[in-house]
């Protein structure tokens, strides 16, 4: 069974500065693959990066990048350059094996407030 | 980027009425389909997986009376609440697996409230 863990319900920082959300995850597959979503207040959920338990490099995305360290089952997201819209929920996932395809197995998420 | 729509995007009923919740992939056919539910403050579950033509699976803990998939055509998933009741109130989100890449595209979400 897959497990997904963010340990911060909430975090604030200050606009411009970087900020990293924690993501750690369990799983007994060999291959697997980590998501990153944002959810505003609308509550769409708006995709930011993937992570392939494969791929050797770290993903990046614009001022996102996912600081995967296989060995200690993280999958950090890091943004740079925050910016006052970037308030809201962000959701790490896992891709969880469903019929034909792929559903998503969320952690319990992470409040990001940016202040001026 | 692949587009999923909702409708409704809010509905309020009484209790005991039934809702239909109606899941598009707009740009690319889906054999396959995923609700979601999310109450307040809380993540997103999983609910159920829709399959085209067939039935769906559902996770456990969701009563399948209850929750009504019917994955009908390539592009369309519908879900009931039936004899909906106040604890149904949450935000209904579904989700189609893109066949190129790893991305899952979101429909926006549908926000039910019984009263």
């Known amino acids: 069974a897959q497990k997904i863990t963010q340990t911060q319900p909430g975090m604030f920082v200050q606009e411009k500065e970087a900020v990293t959300l924690d993501c750690t995850y369990d799983?007994?597959?060999?291959?697997?693959?980590l998501f990153w979503y944002k959810q505003p207040s609308s509550g769409e959920m708006i995709f930011l990066i993937y992570?392939?338990?494969?791929?050797?490099q770290n993903a990046t995305e614009g001022r996102y990048s996912l600081n995967f360290q296989k060995a200690r089952k993280s999958a950090n997201l890091v943004i740079s350059a925050s910016q006052l819209g970037d308030s809201a929920m962000y959701f790490c996932?896992?891709?969880?094996?469903?019929?034909?395809?792929?559903?998503?197995?969320f952690g319990k998420g992470t409040s990001l407030l940016v202040t001026p | 980027g692949a587009v999923v729509s909702q409708h409704p995007s809010w509905v309020i009923c009484k209790s005991g009425t039934s809702v239909k919740i109606e899941c598009r992939s707009l740009?690319?056919?889906?054999?396959?389909m995923f609700w979601y539910r999310q109450f307040p403050k809380q993540s997103l579950m999983l609910m159920a997986t829709?399959?085209?033509?067939?039935?769906?699976?559902?996770e456990q803990g969701v009563e399948k009376d209850k929750f009504l998939i019917n994955h009908a055509s390539l592009t369309l998933s519908t879900l009931t609440v039936t004899s909906a009741h106040p604890e149904d109130s949450s935000f209904y989100i579904c989700?189609?697996?893109?066949?190129?890449?790893?991305?899952?595209?979101f429909g926006p979400g549908t926000r039910l409230t019984v009263l």
């Open positions: 996932a896992m891709r969880d094996v469903r019929g034909s395809g792929y559903a998503l197995n």
């Open positions: 740009d690319f056919q889906a054999t396959t």
């Open positions: 799983t007994s597959d060999q291959s697997y693959g």
């Open positions: 992570q392939g338990s494969y791929d050797e």
């Open positions: 989700s189609v697996e893109y066949p190129i890449g790893n991305e899952q595209f």
């Open positions: 829709s399959n085209e033509g067939s039935k769906a699976t559902y």
